[in-house]
């Protein structure tokens, strides 16, 4: 028996579609007591305020966020005992507001971008003797992947070299926690960031149209270390949105739009990455064209990938979310 919600934390490490001699696995995040990656760090944050001296029972804590972060900070808060500020661009979807609200959590739309979300923040911090958790700086954001994501897949993939990580880019917090315990263990491990196509500051410098919810802030965090990064890959919202509807209804995997843009980055890494020549299962034709698993896969008796793919390139990723807080946007209609 857990003694809170809070030691529920966790997810998954899933083998996905992948290509012709390779393996995608890919860490689904919406199983954390929150329904997202942002539980890890949320926890984490509020944790290290409470040792700090920072935070006390009863105190308000403000937040800018594009919604997962706040409804992971809720999510503790709840658990914890302090009251907490929401604020968040107008554009995000109104499940979120719904889940932030039902959790308890005050809730401040403004308009304009996550640098919008991040000045009334400060505004509110000072004026209502609050506390700012800092998502986009503060330490243990990326400390948390570092301890809980990343030891998570070294003990998932059971001995299997990582050939390349990949994820998508918000606060930093997920791509350079889990990436530097990553390295550790696997020194020569490429890592990939993904960015929105039309928001591509880190391949460009110059921020964009703010389109994606959670991933792409439009400014590079001071938490992303990007002396980590081996590439950069872009992928167009529609590319991502349609990638979402391919895993829900091929792979019974709901996710939101940053998970179909880290689930097309790391196919394309895996495919640079394959060796078919190797001794690797033939990868069903449907899934070579997107489509379902068949009765031709070769599956381990616990319900995971059999040994014959341990030969095969390695690439990991992460699933942030789930799709059920982007049902408003019509993503799967």
Known sequence: MKSSILDAV??????????????????VESFNPGGSAKDRPALAMVEAAERAGKLQPGDRIVEPTSGNTGIGLAV??????????????????????????AYGADLELVDGNMESAKARADELTESAD?????????AANAEAHYR????????????????????GVGTGGTITGTASRLLEEYPDMEVVAVEPERNAVLSTGEPGEDEYQGMGPGFVSDLLDTDLLDSVERVALEDAEDECRRLTREEGILVGQSSGAASIAAY??????????????EVPEEWQDGGKHDENEQVASDGGVGEEYDDCPLVVTVFPDSGERYLSTGMFD
Do not use: W
Request: aromatic share 4%.
């Open 10 to 27: 966790g997810s998954p490490l899933v083998h996905v579609r992948s290509p012709e001699g390779a393996t995608v696995a890919a860490k």
């Open 148 to 167: 809980t994501t990343a030891e998570e897949i070294i003990e998932q993939v059971d001995g299997r070299e990582i050939d390349a990580f990949v994820a």
């Open 268 to 281: 394309r890494v895996a495919e640079r990455l394959a060796r078919p020549e190797l001794n690797c299962p």
């Open 76 to 101: 503790v808060c709840a658990a914890r005992g302090y009251d907490l500020t929401i604020v968040m661009p107008a554009s995000k979807s109104p499940e979120r507001r719904q889940l932030l609200k």
């Open 130 to 138: 609050a506390v700012q958790l800092g998502q986009f700086e503060n």
